[in-house]
C-alpha cells in the first residue's frame, strides 16, 4: 500500500493501492479560480455531484488577480460593441483568434469560440457580472473607471489589421479601478455557493488515481490523507506554472527574464498531474510578458530600440506583443529604449509601477546616442531613415499604422529605459496539457484519456503564443472552455 508521503503529481496512484474511498462525487473539480468556477457551475446545473477543491483558504486564484476582461466578440458583436457603432463579424473574430495563436493555434476552439462568444456573454451576465454600456477609445492598459469596452489586444496593428476588420473586444466589468478579476470571481463563488456545491478549501491535490487500463477514477487530497472517487471524471483547473520557477527554467527559459511572476499557487502541478497518466503538455516554451510603457498613447509615437541602434517592431500593437520583442533582441532586452521627441513625450501613466525612468536626454539625436553609448551613427541613422518615410505618411520596414506616425524631430529629444533587467516585466505562463474543445485531455496521439478533463491555464487554450496575447484572453479561454469541461464531465457520468 502506497503511503500518503508518497504520492506527488507526477506519479498517479494505482486504485488497486487505495485502501478505501473517503469521498464520491460525480464530477471532481481542482482549482477554484474561474476555470474551475465555471466548469463547476455548469457541471452541477447540469444535476452531477460535484466536489471541488482548493488549496488556498478561499475562491480566486490568479484570476482574482487580473484585470477581469474578457476578450468577447462576433455573431455581429456583443451589444457592448454595437452600442459603441462597432460591427464584429464571426469571420473576423476567428481570422484574428487564430492569428493570434500562433504557428500552433488550435482552431476548432478558436472557431466554437468565435461562434459562441456572443451566448457566452449573456451567459456571464445571467451569472450576474455588470457590464457597463461604455468605450474608452485609445491606448489603455486597464480602465481606471467602470467603464467596459477597450481595444486589449493588436486588432487595429499590423499584421492583424491587415487580415481581420479591426474592432475592440476587451471587456471589462463593472469595476472602479484595476483589479476588476476579484469582482468577477467573488460574482462566480456567489453562483457557485447557490448551487450548494461540496467545496473543500485548504486541501492539496496530491496524485490522480488511474487504473491499467488507463482510465482516471479520481484524486488523492490532502485533507486528512483522503481518496476520492469520481464516478464521472476530475476537471483539472489548477493553473499554469509560472511560480514554479525549476519547472520554468526546464520548460520556458526565457521567461525567467521576467522577475515578476504572475500567479498564486501555479505550481504546474495539474500540469504534471494530466502528464503522470498520460497526457500531453504543448507548448510549453510560450508565456506572456509585459512592461505597462503605456498610457499615454502619445508615446506610441515613439520608436523602440536595441543595443545596435535598430528598431525590431511596429510600436503601435499591443504592449504585449512590443514586450516579447524586447525579450528577444540581442542581450536579452537588457539594453532597450523609446526614443521620443518633445511632441511624443509625457511621462508613461505607470512609471512608477514600470520603473521606466530617462536614459539619455539632449537638443539632438547625436548626443543620444554618445550618451547610450551605441555605435556611431546607429542610433542617428534609424531616426533619419523613421523621419523620412513617417513625413510620408509611410513605415515600409515595421508597418506602424499611419495614425501613430510623427517624425522625432522637435528638441529635447529622450531614450527612456526599458531594459528587462531593472524595469517591471510581468509574466505567466501559456503551455498546458493539450485538450479538445470539450475539455477532454489526450496523449501524444490525440486519443482522449477517460476521466481527465483541463481548463484554464492548466490547458492549452486559445491564448498560447506570447506575440500573439492580448488581454482578455485568458479568462475568455477560462470562462468559456471550463463551461464546456464541467458540461461534458457531468455528462460522462450518464454515459
Known amino acids: 500500500m502506497t503511503s500518503l508521503l508518497e504520492h506527488s503529481p507526477g506519479r498517479a496512484c ?142 487595429a496593428a499590423w499584421p492583424f489589421a491587415q487580415e481581420a476588420k479591426p474592432c475592440p473586444r476587451g471587456h471589462c466589468p463593472q469595476f472602479v479601478g484595476m483589479g476588476g478579476g476579484k469582482y468577477l470571481m467573488e460574482v ?37 490523507g483522503e481518496y476520492v472517487h469520481a464516478r464521472g471524471a476530475v476537471v483539472l483547473c489548477t493553473g499554469g506554472f509560472v511560480m514554479n520557477r525549476e519547472m520554468v527554467r526546464r520548460h520556458a527559459p526565457l521567461m525567467l527574464r521576467s522577475r515578476y511572476p504572475i500567479g498564486t ?56 506583443r512590443v514586450s516579447q520583442y524586447i525579450l528577444r533582441q540581442p542581450g536579452g532586452g537588457d539594453r532597450v529604449w523609446l526614443l521620443a521627441d518633445q511632441s511624443s513625450y509625457a511621462p508613461p501613466e505607470f512609471q512608477q509601477l514600470a520603473r521606466i525612468e530617462i536614459g539619455a536626454a539632449a537638443e539632438t539625436w547625436e548626443e543620444v546616442e554618445r550618451e547610450l553609448q551605441l555605435p556611431q551613427g546607429s542610433l542617428v541613422n534609424t531616426v533619419e531613415l523613421y523621419n523620412r518615410h513617417a513625413r510620408e505618411g509611410e513605415d515600409p520596414l515595421f508597418h506602424k499604422a499611419r495614425e501613430w506616425l510623427q517624425p522625432l524631430e522637435t528638441p529635447p529629444f529622450v531614450a527612456l529605459d526599458c531594459r528587462v533587467d531593472h524595469c517591471f516585466y510581468s509574466s505567466f505562463t501559456l503551455g498546458g496539457l493539450d485538450t479538445l474543445p470539450t475539455g477532454e485531455v489526450v496523449n501524444e496521439d490525440r486519443e482522449v484519456i477517460p476521466g481527465l478533463y483541463a481548463a484554464g491555464r492548466t490547458a492549452c487554450g486559445l491564448p498560447r503564443w506570447g506575440p500573439g496575447y492580448s488581454s482578455g ?17 457531468a455528462r460522462t457520468n450518464t454515459l
Open 14 to 155: 494505482s486504485v488497486s493501492h487505495v485502501p478505501r474511498f473517503h469521498m464520491e462525487a460525480d464530477v471532481i473539480v481542482v482549482g477554484f479560480g474561474a476555470a474551475g468556477a465555471c466548469a463547476t457551475i455548469e457541471a452541477a446545473r447540469a444535476g452531477a455531484r460535484v466536489l471541488l477543491f482548493e488549496v488556498a483558504a478561499g475562491a480566486g486564484g490568479t484570476s482574482a488577480l487580473s484585470g477581469g476582461e474578457i476578450y468577447m466578440g462576433g455573431s455581429g458583436g456583443t451589444p457592448i460593441q454595437r452600442a459603441a457603432g462597432f460591427t464584429d463579424a464571426t469571420q473576423d473574430f476567428l481570422t484574428y483568434l487564430v492569428m493570434a495563436g500562433g504557428p500552433n493555434a488550435d482552431v476548432a476552439k478558436a472557431r466554437l469560440y468565435a461562434e459562441e462568444s456572443l451566448a457566452h456573454f449573456h451567459w456571464l451576465r445571467s451569472q450576474g457580472v455588470s457590464y457597463k454600456d461604455s468605450y474608452i477609445a485609445g491606448k489603455i492598459v486597464e480602465p481606471m473607471t467602470d467603464d467596459c469596452l477597450i481595444w486589449s489586444g493588436s486588432e
Open 188 to 224: 462566480l463563488a456567489r453562483r457557485v455557493s447557490e448551487l450548494n456545491v461540496d467545496v473543500r478549501f485548504n486541501s492539496r491535490a496530491l496524485a490522480l488515481i488511474t487504473d491499467d487500463s488507463g482510465r482516471v477514477h479520481g484524486l488523492v487530497v490532502r485533507i486528512n
Open 473 to 489: 484572453m485568458s479568462l475568455a479561454d477560462a470562462t468559456f472552455f471550463g463551461r464546456q469541461a464541467g458540461l461534458q464531465a
Open 265 to 320: 499557487v501555479d505550481d504546474g502541478s495539474g500540469i504534471r498531474m494530466g502528464m503522470s497518466v498520460g497526457g500531453a503538455a504543448i507548448n510549453m516554451s510560450e508565456g506572456f510578458v509585459t512592461i505597462p510603457w503605456y498610457p499615454p498613447g502619445s508615446l506610441v509615437k515613439g520608436i523602440f530600440i536595441n543595443e545596435c541602434g535598430q528598431r525590431f517592431v511596429n510600436e503601435d500593437c499591443y504592449h504585449g
